[in-house]
């Protein structure tokens, strides 16, 4: 895990493209030697955080249950804690880009995946009308969006711990369907 977590400091800092595994090996306090013992390069690291964000994140929409509004409360605090909580999740998630195309292309499908999921909880709440009627998938992108930009502007030593975000945030973009 320390791993994970030097990486996305790594690529906070310097961006995916210009880190190095001399550089994520030194901040984990490894040797080059023993990281490439876990990891074959970055693009694994970035990979395996991806994979493991995105778990976490269809996980949530798999426990959502209730009222298409509670449902969709739930998973954009989990959301928000995916990028706030572990900032493996936060770099992994928004540089999907930065992968080469053959490991690329199925993370896409993944994310793109969690957005189907995210976006039939919104319909589903438009077709039962706890929702105003709107373009579900325009209004899904913007809440993503939002959700996502969260782990550009937070801070840990901020004044909003990443619970009060979660809850603040995903209490108002649900408001804004009703």
């Given at each position: 895990?320390?791993?994970?977590?030097?990486?996305?400091?790594?690529?906070?800092?310097?961006?995916?493209?210009?880190?190095?595994?001399?550089?994520?090996?030194?901040?984990?306090g490894l040797s080059p030697?023993?990281?490439?013992?876990?990891?074959?390069?970055?693009?694994?690291?970035?990979?395996?955080?991806?994979?493991?964000?995105?778990?976490?994140?269809?996980?949530?929409?798999?426990?959502?249950?209730?009222?298409?509004?509670?449902?969709?409360?739930?998973?954009?605090?989990?959301?928000?804690?995916?990028?706030?909580?572990?900032?493996?999740?936060?770099?992994?998630?928004l540089d999907v880009e930065?992968?080469?195309?053959?490991?690329?292309?199925?993370?896409?499908?993944?994310?793109?995946?969690?957005?189907?999921?995210?976006?039939?909880?919104?319909?589903?709440?438009?077709?039962?009308?706890?929702?105003?009627?709107?373009?579900?998938?325009?209004?899904?992108?913007?809440?993503?969006?939002?959700?996502?930009?969260?782990?550009?502007?937070?801070?840990?030593?901020?004044?909003?711990?990443?619970?009060?975000?979660?809850?603040?945030?995903?209490?108002?973009?649900?408001?804004?369907?009703?």
């Open positions: 895990m320390e791993i994970l977590h030097a990486a996305a400091r790594v690529f906070r800092r310097r961006g995916v493209a210009a880190a190095g595994m001399r550089e994520i090996a030194e901040e984990a030697g023993n990281l490439y013992h876990y990891f074959s390069g970055k693009d694994e690291i970035l990979l395996f955080c991806q994979e493991r964000t995105l778990e976490r994140m269809h996980a949530a929409v798999q426990a959502a249950k209730g009222p298409a509004a509670e449902r969709l409360r739930m998973v954009l605090r989990a959301h928000v804690h995916c990028m706030l909580d572990e900032l493996e999740g936060a770099t992994a998630h930065s992968l080469p195309p053959k490991l690329r292309a199925p993370m896409i499908d993944k994310r793109d995946a969690y957005e189907r999921a995210v976006r039939a909880i919104v319909a589903a709440g438009v077709k039962n009308r706890e929702f105003a009627r709107c373009d579900a998938s325009l209004v899904t992108r913007a809440m993503l969006g939002a959700v996502n930009w969260t782990a550009r502007w937070y801070r840990p030593d901020g004044p909003q711990m990443p619970d009060e975000i979660a809850d603040a945030l995903s209490e108002y973009l649900v408001k804004g369907l009703a």
